[in-house]
């Protein structure tokens, strides 16, 4: 009997230590206040479109967080004082065993640049698709797609998105247009034709037969003599020359 009561005993005994501590701990915060703030900001490629002096910023503007007491800061508050800044991607808030609150913050990666038109503004698109202002700081080296409106680029945003890991077709592919019919055509980085692609479907065949027919036209020394190059036909490569 006494050795099934000695783990119980011990358990409880285990738990009353643990709710002593918790409770000392609350007790404690209830009389401390935070000496300071850090921030950091994740770099991501290079790209600086949150900054750790914005995210402070947009934190002061609501509290000064220095003098201000541990309990009467709300974490969940400051996350949403920083979501304002559009770029911000994941956000963790915690405060320091050494009274500072402690912000550590990831951006939102643009993977492609939108234009509508221009009557409207430039918008980048992030990981997800979805639209990610322009940053007056910073500008951002990715494709432009030219479509009507974010719907109509989803068909690109596509095609950027299976290609931009590629050490070959990231560096090709400079602008993509799409057309009333939603057709993909490629402005290309080198050579003067733009490449008729139709949409996605069959894309790495596509670009297959698009990278070996590069490859001939470069081995021969003649990849300027086209205009235009059709990937639309199954299985087929449509060179036009200029004539």
């Known amino acids: 009997m006494i050795q099934r009561l000695l783990p119980i005993a011990l358990t409880v005994l285990l738990l009353g230590a643990t709710g002593a501590l918790v409770g000392f701990a609350l007790s404690e ?6 000496s300071g703030l850090d921030v950091e900001v994740e770099e991501v490629k290079g790209m600086f479109f949150v900054d750790a002096a914005g995210v402070r910023d947009a934190i002061l503007q609501h509290d ?21 800044i559009p770029a911000v991607d994941d956000i963790q808030v915690y405060p320091g065993l050494d009274r ?7 951006q939102k990666e643009p993977v492609a640049r939108l234009h509508k038109g221009s009557d409207q503004d430039d918008v980048y698109m992030d990981t997800n698709g ?6 007056p700081y910073f500008t951002a080296r990715v494709p432009i797609i030219h479509a009507a409106s974010m719907d109509q680029a989803q068909e690109a945003f596509a095609l950027i998105q299976s290609t931009c890991k590629h050490p070959i077709w990231s560096a090709f592919i400079d602008q993509v247009e799409v057309g009333v019919n939603g057709e993909l055509e490629i402005v290309p980085r080198i050579g ?3 490449v008729a692609l139709g949409d996605t479907s069959n894309l ?12 001939e036209q470069i081995r021969r020394g003649n990849l300027n ?14 060179a036009q020359r200029y004539y």
């Open 29 to 34: 915060e209830a009389e401390i206040v935070y």
């Open 192 to 194: 003067g034709a733009r």
């Open 64 to 84: 000064s967080i220095a003098g201000s007491w541990v309990q009467a800061v709300s974490l969940q508050d400051v996350e949403t004082w920083i979501q304002s």
């Open 130 to 135: 979805d639209p990610l202002p322009l940053s």
């Open 100 to 106: 500072v609150l402690h912000v550590r913050v990831s």
């Open 204 to 215: 790495q065949t596509k670009l297959n037969n698009l990278l070996t027919f590069y490859r």
């Open 225 to 238: 003599e086209y205009k235009r190059i059709n990937l639309a036909f199954a299985g087929q490569v449509v």
